[in-house]
């Protein structure tokens, strides 16, 4: 048995060692400019619970033989292992890793906290602040010195641009948004994570300011070019700070030794944002698997209502479904495609498993992939009931009185695009498609051709943000081919049935999309006029260009307009 539990946290420490070290480079990388190599280690870093896992899985295996199964074994090694992990900074993480450990060893496996960690393994008393994660500045001292010692204490190895001007742009924001309306105290306190944050090109400091007895949250982006670092801006806005943590964008990049403190000074800051969100955000995301799984199952106990089948169009790959009371959809890959599909489930997978490692520029949403999910039948409507056993029976499986689903993904719930576009008004149908062509842009930019572009495919947030969804056509942008389409020089050319010019698997012709993209008569012509340049092949290949120079196009998180220097180059 002690074999097994040094087997399991041998596995573990792997994993999380590695993972710090993945994230130790970020600042080197941030520091050198590196950007391809701070891509390249996110997508180690996000393979490597996996990797790990498989080995920690074979070994474990090798040693229990025909005891896979052994219920009492295993709770055995839940009590011991958790006792092994008493005290951890991390014991929230490595209690996962033995909740996945579990799930791949026993067999048919169905929810029981006697045997894993459904629930924490110990009652955790709600975490009181540990002042040496972060930075504490006194709100009597001068807000000039503040920022210059702030800006001194984190040394991102690279001189600053222009550190005064800087001091200014921080200090005039704070005047203009805070202190117009709140006259500091003796209480008065800014905090700021010791932890930076990087994603693309960037590097955030998060932190918080107690004034007129409450915290008020701000974030400062710094990114630099060739002349130094230097202060992006400063955000105030938690609508703009809660997108930069958003589940359309990729995990930060940041070495956090007390997880558990960390989330909890986020929580004070990024609001709206679930514990599930914020350990996906910073890069936790099996962990992060964890949690929703607790809220999910804490709400399921606390509602009534029944699994339906999702608004919009149905898809010819994936029957989607959700709990109207939960903002999360379950997607199911069909057993057979409706044409012109012609691709496997093993493709759809793999599609899935290309923008988990991706960087997704707030423009694709984050998945959490699920095998052997267990719902209560009884809470099952009998329509969705009989539109899952005639798209995906292959992955159902009843049990008494539950449904067991072999294999889902987890996504948070949008209103469809097209859903929308029914019922806003002109002004909002306007907003809505000129977000939506900068979403096609931005993942262009992140080299991602989103395939299949219509509307049914996107979702609205609730920041009426454009997002896409549905990855099965996904490619590389740098693989298609953007083409004019050939003018026909006959009669019979003119009029073919069919085209009468050869056109390969990856040909793309940007002059077609306007007879599908839009249609909504009203706004048709706003769309087709705001987003010209996405007709022209010319200007695909222009994005084609740069990515092919190994160029990184930094996706910023927030408005343009807001930045302090938006025509210094990053």
Same mark, same amino acid.
């Given at each position: 048995?002690?074999?097994?539990?040094?087997?399991?946290?041998?596995?573990?420490?792997?994993?999380?060692?590695? #993972?710090?070290?993945?994230?130790?480079?970020?600042?080197?990388?941030?520091?050198?400019?590196?950007?391809?190599?701070?891509?390249?280690?996110? $997508?180690?870093?996000?393979?490597?619970?996996?990797?790990?896992?498989?080995?920690?899985?074979?070994?474990?295996?090798?040693?229990?033989?025909?005891?896979?199964?052994?219920?009492?074994?295993?709770?055995?090694?839940?009590?011991?292992?958790?006792?092994?992990?008493?005290?951890?900074?991390?014991?929230?993480?490595?209690?996962?890793?033995?909740?996945?450990?579990?799930?791949?060893?026993? *067999?048919? &496996?169905?929810?029981?906290?006697?045997?894993?960690?459904?629930?924490?393994?110990?009652?955790?008393? *709600?975490?009181?602040?540990?002042?040496?994660? #972060?930075?504490?500045?006194?709100?009597?001292?001068?807000?000039?010195?503040?920022?210059? $010692?702030?800006?001194?204490?984190?040394?991102?190895?690279?001189?600053?641009?222009?550190?005064?001007?800087?001091?200014?742009?921080?200090?005039?924001?704070?005047?203009?948004?805070?202190?117009?309306?709140?006259?500091?105290?003796?209480?008065?306190?800014?905090?700021?994570?010791?932890?930076?944050?990087?994603?693309?090109?960037?590097?955030?400091?998060?932190?918080?300011?107690?004034?007129?007895?409450?915290?008020?949250?701000?974030?400062?982006?710094?990114?630099?070019?060739?002349?130094?670092?230097?202060?992006?801006?400063?955000?105030?806005?938690?609508?703009?700070?809660?997108?930069?943590?958003?589940?359309?964008?990729?995990?930060?990049?940041?070495?956090?030794?007390?997880?558990?403190?960390?989330?909890?000074?986020?929580?004070?800051?990024?609001?709206?944002?679930?514990?599930?969100? &914020?350990?996906?955000?910073?890069?936790?995301?099996?962990?992060?698997?964890?949690?929703?799984?607790?809220?999910?199952?804490?709400?399921?106990?606390?509602?009534?209502?029944?699994?339906?089948?999702?608004?919009?169009?149905?898809?010819?790959?994936?029957?989607?479904?959700?709990?109207?009371?939960?903002?999360?959809?379950?997607?199911?890959?069909?057993?057979?495609?409706?044409?012109?599909?012609?691709?496997?489930?093993?493709?759809?997978?793999?599609?899935?498993?290309?923008?988990?490692?991706?960087?997704?520029?707030?423009?694709?949403?984050?998945?959490?992939?699920?095998?052997?999910?267990?719902?209560?039948?009884?809470?099952?409507? *009998?329509?969705?009931?009989?539109?899952?056993?005639?798209?995906?029976?292959?992955?159902?499986?009843?049990?008494?009185?539950?449904?067991?689903?072999?294999?889902?993904?987890?996504?948070?719930?949008?209103?469809?695009?097209?859903?929308?576009?029914?019922?806003?008004?002109?002004?909002?149908?306007?907003?809505?498609?000129?977000?939506?062509?900068?979403?096609?842009?931005?993942?262009?930019?992140?080299?991602?051709? *989103?395939?299949?572009?219509?509307?049914?495919?996107?979702?609205?947030?609730?920041?009426?943000?454009?997002?896409?969804?549905?990855?099965?056509?996904?490619?590389?942008?740098?693989?298609?081919?953007?083409?004019?389409?050939?003018?026909?020089?006959?009669?019979?050319?003119?009029?073919?049935?069919?085209?009468?010019?050869?056109?390969?698997?990856?040909?793309?012709?940007?002059?077609?999309?306007?007879?599908?993209?839009?249609?909504?008569?009203?706004?048709?012509?706003?769309?087709?006029?705001?987003?010209?340049?996405?007709?022209?092949?010319?200007?695909?290949?222009?994005?084609?260009?740069?990515?092919?120079?190994?160029?990184?196009?930094?996706?910023?998180?927030?408005?343009?307009?807001?930045?302090?220097?938006?025509?210094?180059?990053?």
């Amino acid at each position: 048995m002690d074999t097994i539990i040094d087997e399991i946290l041998k596995g573990y420490e792997s994993y999380i060692n590695r #993972f710090n070290e993945f994230s130790q480079r970020a600042p080197i990388n941030f520091r050198q400019r590196n950007w391809n190599e701070l891509q390249q280690n996110h $997508k180690k870093r996000l393979r490597l619970y996996k990797d790990v896992l498989r080995l920690t899985i074979q070994n474990c295996q090798e040693i229990l033989s025909d005891r896979c199964g052994d219920k009492a074994l295993w709770s055995d090694l839940k009590t011991r292992y958790s006792e092994a992990i008493a005290g951890r900074p991390d014991e929230e993480l490595a209690e996962s890793f033995f909740n996945s450990v579990i799930r791949k060893i026993f *067999p048919r &496996l169905s929810i029981d906290n006697d045997l894993m960690f459904v629930l924490p393994g110990r009652i955790r008393k *709600p975490l009181e602040p540990d002042e040496s994660l #972060f930075h504490t500045y006194p709100g009597t001292w001068d807000l000039t010195i503040i920022f210059r $010692k702030m800006l001194e204490d984190f040394d991102f190895g690279v001189p600053y641009y222009n550190k005064e001007e800087d001091i200014a742009f921080l200090v005039s924001g704070v005047k203009e948004v805070i202190l117009t309306r709140y006259a500091p105290s003796l209480e008065t306190k800014i905090q700021v994570l010791k932890n930076v944050f990087f994603r693309n090109k960037a590097a955030y400091l998060i932190g918080r300011t107690y004034i007129g007895g409450k915290w008020m949250p701000f974030l400062i982006p710094f990114v630099h070019n060739e002349k130094g670092v230097f202060v992006d801006t400063l955000i105030f806005n938690p609508n703009i700070m809660s997108g930069i943590f958003s589940y359309t964008r990729s995990y930060f990049m940041a070495e956090i030794k007390v997880p558990a403190q960390v989330i909890s000074f986020l929580t004070s800051v990024i609001k709206n944002k679930k514990i599930h969100e &914020l350990y996906n955000a910073i890069g936790f995301n099996k962990h992060g698997k964890t949690e929703f799984y607790r809220d999910f199952l804490e709400h399921l106990s606390n509602s009534g209502d029944q699994f339906v089948l999702a608004p919009g169009i149905k898809g010819m790959v994936m029957t989607v479904f959700t709990l109207p009371s939960y903002n999360i959809v379950f997607k199911l890959i069909k057993d057979h495609f409706d044409p012109p599909k012609n691709m496997t489930r093993l493709q759809v997978k793999e599609k899935y498993k290309l923008v988990s490692l991706h960087d997704r520029v707030g423009r694709m949403a984050d998945t959490h992939e699920f095998e052997n999910f267990h719902l209560p039948l009884d809470r099952i409507h *009998p329509e969705l009931l009989k539109e899952l056993k005639n798209t995906a029976n292959s992955l159902l499986e009843i049990n008494g009185k539950t449904l067991i689903i072999k294999h889902c993904y987890t996504e948070r719930r949008m209103e469809p695009l097209n859903l929308y576009l029914e019922s806003c008004s002109l002004e909002e149908a306007k907003q809505v498609v000129e977000e939506y062509g900068n979403s096609i842009l931005q993942l262009a930019q992140a080299n991602i051709f *989103p395939g299949d572009m219509m509307t049914k495919n996107f979702g609205v947030t609730r920041q009426k943000r454009v997002v896409f969804y549905d990855y099965d056509e996904i490619e590389f942008l740098k693989d298609m081919n953007f083409r004019e389409k050939p003018k026909p020089t006959s009669y019979e050319q003119l009029y073919a049935a069919e085209p009468w010019y050869d056109i390969a698997a990856n040909d793309v012709f940007p002059e077609d999309f306007k007879r599908f993209m839009i249609g909504r008569a009203d706004v048709r012509a706003h769309f087709f006029q705001f987003h010209e340049r996405m007709f022209d092949p010319d200007y695909w290949k222009q994005i084609q260009d740069t990515l092919k120079k190994g160029e990184l196009i930094h996706a910023f998180p927030y408005p343009e307009n807001i930045r302090f220097r938006p025509n210094e180059g990053i």
